[in-house]
Nanobody
Framework: EVQLVESGGGLVQAGGSLRLSCAAS??????????IGWFRQAPGKEREGVAC????????YYAASVKGRFTASKEDAKNTVYLQMSSLKPEDTAVYYC?????????????????????WGQGTQVTVSS
């Protein structure tokens, strides 16, 4: 059974930083083609693809709203993907999810929902106060 567990969320003041982690079990990163991403959903808003990365490391997609402030990275040996968030703004407040799929996809297309996301985590709340 594949499980994704997000952690690292919390309450932070505007301008602060947080580092989210998404640890996968039942889904081994090494020697595997995969695409993985961070998504967020705020109350009353549609889900947004924030950052997506693939096992090929050829490119990482960032939503325009977070480019220059967020950095996605992965550690294959730990089956973990990270999202370093800096210069946080109140509008970054949302539940943050990670999702992963077997196969290599365009990271931009994966983030905007052009492909099926095979597995999802339960999410972690990020709240940015002004």
């Amino acid at each position: 059974e594949v499980q994704l567990v997000e952690s690292g969320g919390g309450l932070v003041q505007a301008g602060g930083s947080l580092r989210l982690s998404c640890a996968a079990s039942g889904f081994t990163f090494i020697f595997r083609d995969y695409t993985i991403g961070w998504f967020r959903q705020a109350p009353g808003k549609e889900r947004e693809g924030v950052a997506c990365i693939s096992s090929s490391d050829l490119s990482t997609y960032y939503a325009a709203s977070v480019k220059g402030r967020f950095t996605a990275s992965k550690e294959d040996a730990k089956n973990t993907v990270y999202l370093q968030m800096s210069s946080l703004k109140p509008e970054d407040t949302a539940v943050y999810y990670c999702a992963v799929s077997d196969g290599l996809y365009s990271t931009g297309s994966y983030c905007v929902g052009a492909y099926e996301h095979d597995f999802w985590g339960q999410g972690t709340q990020v709240t940015v106060s002004s």
